[in-house]
């Protein structure tokens, strides 16, 4: 476990798509909580990265509700922090355009995720999934925010925000935009899908026997650890033992992580012990962490009134910290105040 930091604007956002899984999880939303004691939090559904793929209208509305309630339910705390949709904030939109003009091509040519999403038919994407990127540094530098809790997939985004930060004040010989440091747990910073430990846990996997999704009944968290892929060996005492075995090492991974010990007390612990046995208890922890969570979601997506109201004071909140810092930047770059 990374030490928390305090005293920093903390920014971090989520696509309100498919249901959050576990990865999601214990990669990003579990620091949002943790990170709230000590710094001011603002996080973002972020329906318009959202739409760089295709999204039916009526379910992302509807996602974007459960999305808020599952966070809220995680813990997020909405009375000290903000917490509110992308699309809500103009000035969001605003900044990406200026960053748009500051990023270079060649930048956003060397982005893995454009590049794994894309995959070989590029020509046929939105341009907005290409430019993804720059939406993102706008996210995090319209509140000047200097730490950004994610998961390991989003380094390369977070490298390219400072990428843009430098070249803006170095372009109008301005100290305007922070340094951001990301903020990337040590052991659960990727979770891999549970049928394939070489591939990512991903909402956009077609099956979702690979992801623990945050919304999963206690039998479908118990029977999808039960049937996740393993080896033939008993569980290794040390973590060298784990090499070349990607699914015992992710299954490790996330015992370590949801139980908040390290990876080598839990190897001592079941060190030499077939799957059965840690897999009974791995399904256990699991359903203690959820169990809640989704019941908590349950009750608040029952009121979707109560939601949007949180979300639209959230957006109020977020603006008042966004429209002088943005506003400012506009008048940098040229535009008439
Ligand atoms: P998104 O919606 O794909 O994922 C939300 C968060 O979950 C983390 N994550 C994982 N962590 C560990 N293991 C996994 N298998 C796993 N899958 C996802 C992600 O790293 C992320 O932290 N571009 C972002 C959203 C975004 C954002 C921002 C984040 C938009 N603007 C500004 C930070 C700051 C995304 O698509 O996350």
Known sequence: MLSIPSGKVVFSGIQPTGIPHLGNYLGAARQWVDIQKSNQCIYCLVDMHALTVWQDPQTLRQQTLEQAAILIAAGID???HILFNQSAVTAHARLAWIFNCVARIGWMNRMTQFKDKAGKNREAHSAGLYVYPNLMAADILAYKANCVPVGEDQRQHIELTNDIAQKFNHDYQIDFFPKVDEFIPKTSAKIMNLRDGTKKMSKSDPSAQGRIEMLDTDDEIASKIKRAKSDSEPLPSEIEGLQNRPEATNLITIYAAVTD???????QQ????????FKTALADVLVEIIRPIREETKKLVADPGHLKKVLKQGAE????????????????VGFLK
Do not use: D, R
């Open 78 to 80: 909405t009375n000290k």
């Open 261 to 267: 010990k390290s990876i080598e007390s839990v190897l």
């Open 270 to 277: 079941y060190g030499g012990q077939g799957f059965s046995t």
């Open 317 to 332: 909140k977020a603006s008042a910290i966004a429209e002088p810092i943005v506003s400012e930047a506009e008048y940098i």
